[in-house]
Every structure is written in C-alpha cells, then in structure tokens.
C-alpha cells in the first residue's frame, strides 16, 4: 500500500500545483458554463431563471464524472495534475463523489472556500479544505510512478 509523497523528500510532485489548480479552475468554469449555454436552449430558456442552480448541477455532475474516471478534470489534465487519495492511489468513484461534494459545499459557503484558497497556499502539500477533510493530494501527474 503506497501513500502520498512527501512534499520534503520528494517536492517535484508538489511544485507550481497551488498555481496550477488556479488556472486549471479557470478552464473548467469555463467549461461548465460553455456547457451550461449549450444546454440552455433545451430548457426553453427558462434556465436563464435558475442559471446558478444549472450551473451548480452542471458543475457537479462534469466534476464528478472527470475525476471518477481520471483523477482529474479536463483543466486539471491541461495542466498536468492529478487528485491522489490519502493511500497514494487514484480517485474512485466514491472518493471522487465525496471529493466533488466537499468542493461544491465550500462554493456555496464563501468562508469555507476562502478557507479552502488559503489552505492551499499555505499548506505543504497545497491541500484544499476538502482535500485536507479527505486526505486527498493534488499532484503533479508527470512526477507520478506508476
């Protein structure tokens, strides 16, 4: 059973991720709300209405389905980083759900996110409020061996 690396001993899998994450959120909104748009039509434009809420669920649903089968959001991806649970290994479906729920609950508590913001860049590891709740890590995927 491996577990996560040690940002002291092996700090390439941490390096630059707090940043990362950042830019990587940007590309993912952006791909939620490209969804969003394209779903609008379908809802007869009535989701202009509820719009947050489409965004919420658009949201989730896209995260959850990413990182249950990758590890990692298409953003995620670009930048080359991954979530890694507490064991060192890849994100399954419940992690996944648990990790996405933990992300969607800080979003719709503004204290928590920013507590989640601060906690990634201040903490070794770079670990978000639901990582730290988890023990999940995110990672640099081209340091990964395995």
């Known amino acids: 059973?491996?577990?996560?690396?040690d940002p002291?001993?092996?700090?390439?899998?941490?390096?630059?991720v707090p940043l990362k994450r950042l830019l990587a959120w940007v590309i993912d909104a952006l791909i939620t709300l490209l969804a969003c748009i394209i779903i609008l039509p379908f809802t007869a434009f009535t989701g202009i209405f509820f719009f947050p809420f489409l965004f919420l669920v658009v949201g989730f649903a896209y995260r959850f389905v990413t990182i249950a089968n990758s590890s990692a959001t298409w953003g995620m991806r670009v930048f080359a980083i991954e979530l890694r649970?507490?064991?060192?290994?890849?994100?399954?479906?419940?992690?996944?759900?648990?990790?996405?729920?933990?992300?969607?609950?800080?979003?719709?508590?503004?204290?928590?996110?920013?507590?989640?913001?601060?906690?990634?860049?201040?903490?070794?590891?770079?670990?978000?409020?639901?990582?730290?709740?988890?023990?999940?890590?995110?990672?640099?995927?081209?340091?990964?061996?395995?």
């Open 1 to 5: 059973m491996s577990s996560t690396p």
């Open 8 to 16: 002291h001993a092996q700090p390439d899998f941490y390096k630059d």
């Open 85 to 146: 649970q507490s064991d060192g290994g890849r994100m399954t479906p419940a992690s996944a759900f648990a990790h996405t729920l933990g992300y969607t609950l800080s979003w719709t508590v503004p204290v928590f996110q920013l507590i989640s913001i601060v906690m990634m860049a201040a903490t070794e590891r770079g670990q978000g409020l639901s990582d730290h709740v988890l023990g999940t890590v995110m990672i640099n995927r081209r340091a990964v061996i395995s």
